[in-house]
């Protein structure tokens, strides 16, 4: 019996060694990390996105906005020039622009500036998922949706 428990505790040592043990990092940009597919994909411009968010989820929109009005008025400039810059982009350009961003954290220079100031577009599939689905239905150049 007591080598059986030996044996036991030995077993369960070693499995917690290895399920604790670090793991190999590695940075690797997929078609949804770190942007979603469906964005690299979408012809919608950042004003459409903004405002089928705004409407598919209310809430998503409005935190993102608060955060966005408690930046300065450069900032502002800096988001619309540096999101209207990635969706000129063809589907190429977006996905090299993702693969950067997951490759090298010094990549994105904005997002000194604001950590966040992508994330209505880039971070969340549910809401990227709804955005995209409807986001045709907006015009395109509608700038009032980043005045709330």
Avoid at 36 to 42: R, S, W
Avoid at 54 to 69: A, G, K, S
Avoid at 133 to 141: F, L, Q, R
Wanted: a negative charge; aromatic letters at 14%.
């Amino acid at each position: 019996m007591a080598k059986i428990t030996k044996m036991g505790v030995a077993t369960l040592a070693a499995a917690a060694a290895l399920t604790l043990a670090p793991a190999i990092a590695s940075a690797d940009a997929t078609d949804d990390y770190p942007i979603p597919n469906k964005i690299l994909h979408t012809p919608c411009t950042a004003e459409q996105i903004l405002a089928a968010t705004r409407d598919t989820n209310p809430v998503y929109y409005e935190r993102y906005m608060i955060d966005y009005n408690n930046k300065s008025p450069e900032v502002h400039r800096a988001v619309q020039d540096r999101i209207h810059w990635f969706f000129a982009m063809d589907y190429a350009g977006r996905r090299q622009y993702s693969e950067d961003t997951a490759t090298n954290a010094f990549y994105e220079q904005l997002s000194w500036n604001w950590p966040n100031w992508a994330k209505i577009f880039f971070n969340n599939k549910g809401v990227v998922a709804a955005s995209t689905k409807v986001c045709m239905n907006y015009p395109p150049d509608d700038m009032s949706v980043w005045v709330w």
